[in-house]
T-cell receptor, first 114, second 115 residues
Framework: NAGVTQTPKFQVLKTGQSMTLQCAQD?????MSWYRQDPGMGLRLIHY???????DQGEVPNGYNVSRSTTEDFPLRLLSAAPSQTSVYFC?????????????FGPGTRLTVT | AQSVTQLDSQVPVFEEAPVELRCNYS??????LFWYVQYPNQGLQLLLK????STLVKGINGFEAEFNKSQTSFHLRKPSVHISDTAEYFC????WGSGNTPLVFGKGTRLSVIA
């Protein structure tokens, strides 16, 4: 199993550009989430999904879109990048009750918006 | 909604000394509690978790944590730290089991072990 994979590892965008951060898991996990990590702020939840076709907003959803067309993939879209979105982004997945909701994290994407 | 407070943003400690990293949470429903560790420039790794049962849970690398329901705390301890324990530690709470949201994290505690 590759676990949770994220691409790209690093990205630099100009203000106003759009892009998609990719996240995939091969563990057949039902639940997937996106977090952003900023210094001194811990990890904050952006969006999450409890299954294919079902998504919901987390604590900091503005400026981001998600969709979940398959169990494996959960891409995060930045619609119009802003410097405030400079951060490290982590995707996570969990099987849910069967695994006591333990989350598995991807390696992260470091995004810089200039 | 759930929230997590990590009471110390930075904890310096000498090698082989004991350490306690403090975590308090609030929730109106039953929760699962987790501690994650993040080494420099890496992702997050699970240290330990409390689901139910014994309030003292043991994790990897010699860490343990105690769940205290009355004080809504889940402090992390290690009796003797090593240089390699230098990292950032995150306490997290999950209320998935009650149909609520995924993990809510504290802001982290940076543990620096001094030789």
């Amino acid at each position: 199993n590759a676990g949770v994979t994220q691409t790209p590892k690093f990205q630099v965008l100009k203000t106003g550009q759009s892009m998609t951060l990719q996240c995939a898991q091969d563990m057949n996990h039902e639940y997937m989430s996106w977090y952003r990590q900023d210094p001194g702020m811990g990890l904050r939840l952006i969006h999450y999904s409890v299954g294919a076709g079902i998504t919901d907003q987390g604590e900091v959803p503005n400026g981001y879109n998600v969709s979940r067309s398959t169990t494996e993939d959960f891409p995060l879209r930045l619609l119009s990048a802003a410097p405030s979105q400079t951060s490290v982004y982590f995707c996570a997945s969990t099987r849910g009750r069967d695994s006591s909701y333990e989350q598995y994290f991807g390696p992260g994407t470091r995004l810089t918006v200039t | 909604a759930q929230s997590v407070t990590q009471l110390d943003s930075q904890v310096p400690v000498f090698e082989e000394a004991p350490v306690e990293l403090r975590c308090n949470y609030s929730s109106s429903v039953s929760v699962y509690l987790f501690w994650y560790v993040q080494y420099p420039n890496q992702g997050l790794q699970l240290l330990l978790k409390y689901l139910s049962g014994s309030t003292l849970v043991k994790g990897i690398n010699g860490f343990e944590a105690e769940f205290n329901k009355s004080q809504t705390s889940f402090h992390l301890r290690k009796p003797s730290v090593h240089i390699s324990d230098t990292a950032e530690y995150f306490c997290a709470v999950s209320a998935w089991g009650s149909g609520n949201t995924p993990l809510v994290f504290g802001k982290g505690t940076r543990l620096s072990v001094i030789a």
